[in-house]
């Protein structure tokens, strides 16, 4: 088999299209929410809002995800997407108002917040399905999904670093208003795209019906079963840690905006990096083998920054957090695409979406009031030591797959030999 090389996927027209365009508005996406931490954490001084906030952006993603999945497969996927872009520019427009005018309060952040997790759970399906559809040679998906992470990764390493000088320099209106411009990047290459014609599908069932027999299909493959048993887990668990970062910038290390800005740009930069790692690998390579080690990096990275009281030791057992928590997002979407039945690419994507966006709301709102209980570094242990435990289940259970196909393949072999 031919190596892949790092950047196949840029082949395909419609996919530099959407990498380009989606690069510019990302950044944007994350200055906005670097800002929105800030501006909640520097109103309330409560770590239970930050998880309050992180769970009203991601909850409506959580409720209707089953839904969004549904209609990606029911409908045009590329309409779907531009819908959801144009709404969501739409939002961030209205909170740039909202904090431009100097008249909100913390409840109308949230309820915008509470909006934008609402286009998300149509947009995330739509999104993520249509990648399929915009590379040509299908060969070059994995690399694809790989460089996706890695543009998702670079944007969360420049947009929180940029955020926080903005804030510092210029205030927050501005990290808000920069998000709003940015999506007309993403919205205009969507417009240049040429994408095969869209032929619409019969539709036998009802929406329950189609979520039913995309719930039976999940049941019916333990290999996407267990992937998304595993996210479910992390982005619970061990994903909200992200919501205590300003209580380390703040608190810990006696910071500013641009502390805050700076450990979250260096979580992307490890990110990043784990992204380019995994767009690198050749084809044919155990991805489940490599999540299980990096699930165990991101818990040693997380048990190792909890108590870090030394400023660039914490920024670089960051870097070693967002390396290993890449593989979590990346590889666990790769393992779904590469193996999924195109007609329940959406629905299955959907709780994708679920496991990843659903939980870690749910998780935010433990992890806040859990860490008020404890003390934030402790809540960060606990939440490494979670992540091994996970870590080393998956890489017994992969040690037990091996060992039953090996004793599979020894007794066929006896039974030719007799």
């Known amino acids: 088999m031919m190596d892949i090389s790092t950047f196949s996927a840029f082949k395909s027209r419609n996919y530099r299209l959407y990498f380009s365009g989606q690069s510019i508005s990302l950044i944007g996406t994350w200055m906005q929410k670097t800002a929105v931490s800030w501006v909640i954490y520097s109103e309330t001084h409560s770590k239970f809002m930050l998880g309050l906030t992180l769970f009203a952006s991601l909850f409506p993603s959580f409720i209707f995800s089953f839904l969004g999945g549904v209609v990606s497969d029911r409908y045009n996927r590329y309409k779907v997407l531009l819908i959801t872009q144009v709404a969501s520019m739409i939002q961030a427009v209205l909170l740039t108002l909202l904090i431009f005018f100097r008249h909100y309060s913390v409840w109308e952040i949230i309820a915008l917040s509470a909006l934008l997790g609402l286009i998300n759970a149509f947009d995330v399906p739509a999104r993520q399905s249509l990648v399929y559809e915009m590379v040509d040679d299908k060969a070059d998906l994995p690399n694809a999904l790989a460089l996706n992470s890695s543009m998702v990764n670079l944007s969360r390493l420049i947009g929180p670093g940029i955020a926080g000088l903005a804030l510092e320099k210029f205030g927050d209106d501005i990290c808000f208003g920069l998000n709003a411009v940015s999506f007309i990047a993403v919205i205009g290459s969507l417009l240049m795209m040429k994408l095969p014609k ?86 044919g390579r155990n991805l489940r083998k490599i999540l299980a080690r990096n699930t165990v990096i991101f818990g040693v990275g997380l048990v190792l920054f909890s108590h870090a009281t030394n400023y660039p030791l914490a920024l670089l057992f960051s870097a070693v957090v967002g390396f290993g928590m890449m593989s979590q997002i990346t590889i666990s979407n790769t393992l779904i695409q590469t193996t999924v039945d195109p007609a329940m690419r959406g629905r299955v994507i959907s709780f994708y979406a679920m496991a990843f966006f659903g939980m870690q709301p749910l998780g935010g709102l433990l992890v806040g009031t859990i860490s008020q209980w404890i003390g934030t570094p402790d809540t960060v242990l606990i939440q490494g030591i979670i992540t091994l435990i996970i870590g080393v289940v998956l890489y017994r259970f992969l040690k037990k797959e091996r060992e039953r196909k090996l004793a599979v393949i020894s007794s066929s072999k006896l039974e030719e030999q007799a």
């Open 198 to 283: 869209y032929t619409p599908k019969p539709h036998n069932k009802n929406v329950f019906g189609d979520l039913k027999e995309g719930f039976l299909y999940i049941k019916q493959t333990p290999s996407i079963a267990l992937v998304l048993l595993m996210l479910a887990l992390i982005s619970l668990l061990v994903l909200p840690y992200s919501t205590l970062i300003p209580v380390y910038a703040k608190d810990i290390f006696k910071g500013t905006a641009s502390t805050f800005g700076i450990i979250d740009s260096v979580i992307g930069l490890g990110a990043f990096c784990g992204a380019i790692y995994l767009a690198s690998l050749k084809p």
